[in-house]
């Protein structure tokens, strides 16, 4: 009996430690990113609302999203255009274009590829914006990008490696029918 006790308290204490070490922070490299927050997407078809975790490096992302306690676990992963959508064992469920693999598999898509400057509060450099509405501190509060209108109602300081920064806490993007919002809760860049 006691060596039964032996070996779970091992297989225990392996799992912890193998767990532990699952949840080394990630390396940011510079320019990149860490968001953590709820996303709710509603259109004339669909209505989605989720967590997510989004980490961005350069061109390359990973957003995990899920429902209510960690229900329907998936994960985007892509660089540019072209993603794979993961389910929540990490098997790739479906390769291809942005637009394709989110709207056959989520019913919704959104332009990842200019959201990590939208989540800054900045329209993407290098495309056409109109219409920039700036508050009386400088901060964006509205701009059209790619047929788009994204707005902010909420800032909030984060400390940053090297200095305070005021950065988005509440934005809404919208084309058309289409309304993304996001509610950042935590931030780490």
């Not at 961005?56 to 892509?78: A, E, H, N």
Request: with cysteine; proline share 4%.
């Amino acid at each position: 009996m006691f060596a039964y006790k032996l070996l779970f308290l091992n297989v225990f204490f392996a799992v912890l430690c193998i767990g532990c070490a699952a949840r080394q922070p990630i390396v940011l490299q510079p320019g990149g990113f860490e968001v953590k927050g709820k996303l709710a997407v509603k259109d004339a078809q669909e209505n989605f609302s989720a967590r997510f975790h989004w980490r961005q490096t350069g061109d390359r992302f990973q957003i995990d999203l899920w429902g209510p306690l960690g229900q329907g676990r998936v994960q985007l992963r892509g660089s540019g255009d072209q993603i794979a959508l993961l389910d929540g064992a990490g098997q790739v469920v479906i390769e291809g274009s942005q637009e394709e693999v989110m709207r056959a598999q989520l019913g919704w898509s959104m332009p990842l590829a200019v959201f990590p400057a939208w989540l800054r509060g900045e329209p993407k450099s290098g495309l056409p914006a109109a219409d920039l509405q700036r508050d009386a501190a400088g901060l964006v509060r509205s701009f059209r990008q790619l047929d788009w209108l994204v707005s902010y109602e909420q800032y909030r300081a984060v400390e940053t490696a090297s200095e305070m920064r005021t950065l988005p806490r509440k934005l809404s993007a919208t084309n058309g029918a289409t309304r993304v919002r996001i509610v950042i809760s935590e931030w780490r860049i």
